[in-house]
Structures are given as structure tokens and as C-alpha cells.
């Protein structure tokens, strides 16, 4: 039950950044930064696909998805179109690989050490959850103040 409600709040959250991205008026701002604003709405998202698609994806799913987490900080001027492409490619990364994972799982060690200790699969799923929610609002908030 619990993979299956972690499942649908990453779907969930991802849907919203999906229409946050799309809400931009001015789709060159995605990328703006200013001022003590360090992450463009577009890093943020680069940034959040490739979290999933590395601890989901290529755990679960065995996509060999293979990130590159400084380009996702450094890359600048994505299309919206890529954008909201990649973001659909996680939705069904995220919704394949968790499918194959079951509750009993989650209380195992994660197989990557992500962190200074190890760590169980359910700790691991709960933090990208969050993680994503956290981000998640960064990014409406940047939308509201710098596409106005």
C-alpha cells in the first residue's frame, strides 16, 4: 500500500510540475535567475529528472540511465518542449519501476549508498517524495515572481 501511495504522490507532483512549466508566459524565463535566486525553474526541473530517473529509474526500472548532475545546474535554454517530453519520460519511469517494487521491499536496505549510512527503500522513496514537493515549490514560486 505504501509504494503505491509514494507512487502516486511523485506522479502527482510531477503533473504539477509539468503545468507549472507550462505556465510560463514568457517561456524564456524558465531560465531567468536573479539576485540571490540560483536555480532557474529550468535547472530545477533538469535537476529533478534527473534525481528520479537515477534512483528510480535505473534502481527499479534497470533503465541505465546514466546522469550527469553538474549539467543539470549548468545547462541553460532547454525548450519547453524538451522540458515537458522529459518530464512525461520520468512519469513513466517513475510509474514502470515502481510497479515492480512491493511494501516488503521497502523495509530492505536501498542498494545505493546515497548518503554517508545506508539506508532502507522506503527512507529513500519518502526523501525523493519530498524532495520533489520541495523543488516542486520552489519552482511555482519562481513562476509567480519572475513571469509576471
Not at 31 to 38: F, G, N
Not at 87 to 110: P, W
Not at 118 to 141: E, P
Amino acid at each position: 500500500m505504501l509504494i503505491q501511495i509514494i507512487k502516486q504522490l511523485l506522479i502527482r507532483d510531477l503533473d504539477k510540475l509539468k503545468s507549472e512549466i507550462e505556465q510560463y508566459r514568457d517561456e524564456s524565463k524558465i531560465w531567468y535567475t536573479e539576485k540571490s535566486i540560483a536555480n532557474s525553474a529550468g535547472n530545477l526541473c533538469l535537476h529533478l529528472a534527473g534525481n528520479l530517473n537515477t534512483y528510480i529509474g535505473t534502481v527499479f526500472g534497470k533503465t541505465n540511465y546514466v546522469r550527469n548532475r553538474d549539467l543539470e545546474f549548468s545547462q541553460k535554454d532547454v525548450p519547453r518542449s524538451q522540458l515537458l517530453k522529459m518530464i512525461d519520460d520520468t512519469i513513466l519511469v517513475v510509474q514502470q519501476s515502481l510497479e515492480k517494487v512491493n511494501d516488503a521491499q521497502l523495509e530492505e536496505e536501498f542498494p545505493l549508498l546515497i548518503w554517508q549510512e545506508k539506508t532502507s527503500t522506503a527512507y529513500v522513496l519518502m526523501h525523493l517524495t519530498t524532495h520533489l514537493a520541495y523543488h516542486l515549490g520552489q519552482v511555482n514560486y519562481h513562476r509567480r515572481l519572475l513571469d509576471s
